[in-house]
T-cell receptor
Framework: GDSVTQTEGQVALSEEDFLTIHCNYSASGYPALFWYVQYPGEGPQFLFRASRDKEKGSSRGFEATYNKEATSFHLQKASVQESDSAVYYCALSDSSGGNYKPTFGKGTSLVVHP | GPKVLQIPSHQIIDMGQMVTLNCDPVSNHLYFYWYKQILGQQMEFLVNFYNGKVMEKSKLFKDQFSVERPDGSYFTLKIQPTALEDSAVYFC????????????FGHGTKLSVL
């Protein structure tokens, strides 16, 4: 079945550092790819998505580019802030067959120190 | 932005009892989902629901689980009887349509089965 593998565990950075969280996927079809962010005590929030090869998604200074050849959708941000501390989920949805069940990675906890 | 409300935020019950988790989805959304997240693990798809019917369910959606949304009220997940392994945070989500793949999540209901 479909799966998402992302940077495991925790990423600890200082403010203004560059962020990369790796995400690789495996899918039988041509999935849409997503990033969600989850703050403590809340549910995941949609960050952005990309639906086709080489498309870039972006929001709030975060961005990722759909790479079909490498089956990747790595999250990046040029300069993180303490308020970016949260858990980030990479996800895919494969709507072939007229239905879909979005599949999430395990999540990566980002901690940004002031 | 649009909100998904989940009630209650925490439920403690004894093994073997019945529990109903309630979700008030975004008002004009048509597709509804339940996800299960055990502490420290990834969020896993349980079921999606449209037009009064289960569209797709995973292996985690055991026979003891059921979902419904009677007369446009709460979208509910019922577990009867509960088991210890059902302890987790359950997230409800909704989306506008199957073509609008962005999910809106609630804050989750933490279920503790003793």
């Amino acid at each position: 079945g479909d799966s998402v593998t992302q940077t495991e565990g925790q990423v600890a950075l200082s403010e203004e550092d560059f962020l990369t969280i790796h995400c690789n996927y495996s899918a039988s079809g041509y999935p849409a790819l997503f990033w969600y962010v989850q703050y403590p005590g809340e549910g995941p929030q949609f960050l952005f998505r990309a639906s086709r090869d080489k498309e870039k998604g972006s929001s709030r200074g975060f961005e990722a580019t759909y790479n079909k050849e490498a089956t990747s959708f790595h999250l990046q941000k040029a300069s993180v802030q303490e308020s970016d501390s949260a858990v980030y989920y990479c996800a895919l949805s494969d709507s072939s067959g007229g239905n879909y069940k979005p599949t999430f990675g395990k999540g990566t906890s980002l901690v940004v120190h002031p | 932005g649009p909100k998904v409300l989940q009630i209650p935020s925490h439920q403690i019950i004894d093994m073997g009892q019945m529990v109903t988790l309630n979700c008030d989805p975004v008002s004009n959304h048509l597709y509804f989902y339940w996800y299960k997240q055990i502490l420290g693990q990834q969020m896993e798809f349980l079921v999606n629901f449209y037009n009064g019917k289960v569209m797709e369910k995973s292996k985690l959606f055991k026979d003891q689980f059921s979902v419904e949304r009677p007369d446009g009220s709460y979208f509910t997940l019922k577990i009867q009887p509960t088991a210890l392994e059902d302890s987790a945070v359950y997230f409800c989500a909704s989306s506008l349509s199957r073509f609008d793949e962005r999910l809106f999540f609630g804050h989750g209901t933490k279920l503790s089965v003793l």
